[in-house]
T-cell receptor, first 113, second 111 residues
Framework: ETGVTQSPTHLIKTRGQQVTLRCSSQSGHNTVSWYQQALGQGPQFIFQYYREEENGRGNFPPRFSGLQFPNYSSELNVNALELDDSALYLC????????????FGPGTRLTVT | GQQLNQSPQSMFIQEGEDVSMNCTSSSIFNTWLWYKQDPGEGPVLLIALYKAGELTSNGRLTAQFGITRKDSFLNISASIPSDVGIYFCAGRDTNAGKSTFGDGTTLTVKP
């Protein structure tokens, strides 16, 4: 059983650019959530995807968008990057339903200069 | 929005000592979760609590879901060097994907 994987590991972008981060879910998991973790803070929920549809969103602007594919892998897209977008972006997969727990990937470290 | 207050922010202890950390919220949660995060890794789930008053153990770790559903604590007994890391509490209401995290307790264990 393979765990959650994310790519790339690290990324440096310039303010105003766009970025796409990728996540492969743990085998058999149909739900993916994305979190932003700023330095020294806990992860903040961005949104969740289930069956290729957004299924819940945190307090993030529309320039944060996502996709989930039929194989349950997922992308996080951020447009018009700002300096404050610099953070660790975590993907977590689970089965749907409140009793199932999430498994986190190692994250993508994004630096915006 | 919902916020979790996690304390202490950091702890420095000797190997073999017991550790206690807690989390409080202004909102009620249906599930409390405790995670550990090592440098360069994502959070790893340690204990999940689903019922008010529940006390659950995982090896040397014990966690409790507060009766008011607004707090939880985590105890680590007989700490060892590999316990070093950042411990996060998280609360969840209904959506399994959306957890609200505290800002973590950084644990340092001196041999």
């Amino acid at each position: 059983e393979t765990g959650v994987t994310q790519s790339p590991t690290h990324l440096i972008k310039t303010r105003g650019q766009q970025v796409t981060l990728r996540c492969s879910s743990q085998s058999g998991h149909n739900t993916v959530s994305w979190y932003q973790q700023a330095l020294g803070q806990g992860p903040q929920f961005i949104f969740q995807y289930y069956r290729e549809e957004e299924n819940g969103r945190g307090n993030f602007p529309p320039r944060f968008s996502g996709l989930q594919f039929p194989n349950y892998s997922s992308e996080l897209n951020v447009n018009a990057l700002e300096l404050d977008d610099s953070a660790l972006y975590l993907c977590a997969s689970s089965l749907s339903g409140t009793v199932y727990e999430q498994y986190f990937g190692p994250g993508t470290r994004l630096t915006v200069t | 929005g919902q916020q979790l207050n996690q304390s202490p922010q950091s702890m420095f202890i000797q190997e073999g000592e017991d550790v206690s950390m807690n989390c409080t919220s202004s909102s009620i949660f249906n599930t409390w979760l405790w995670y550990k995060q090592d440098p360069g890794e994502g959070p790893v789930l340690l204990i999940a609590l689903y019922k008010a008053g529940e006390l659950t153990s995982n090896g040397r770790l014990t966690a409790q879901f507060g009766i008011t559903r607004k707090d939880s604590f985590l105890n680590i007994s007989a700490s060892i060097p590999s316990d070093v890391g950042i411990y996060f509490c998280a609360g969840r209401d209904t959506n399994a994907g959306k957890s609200t995290f505290g800002d973590g307790t950084t644990l340092t264990v001196k041999p």
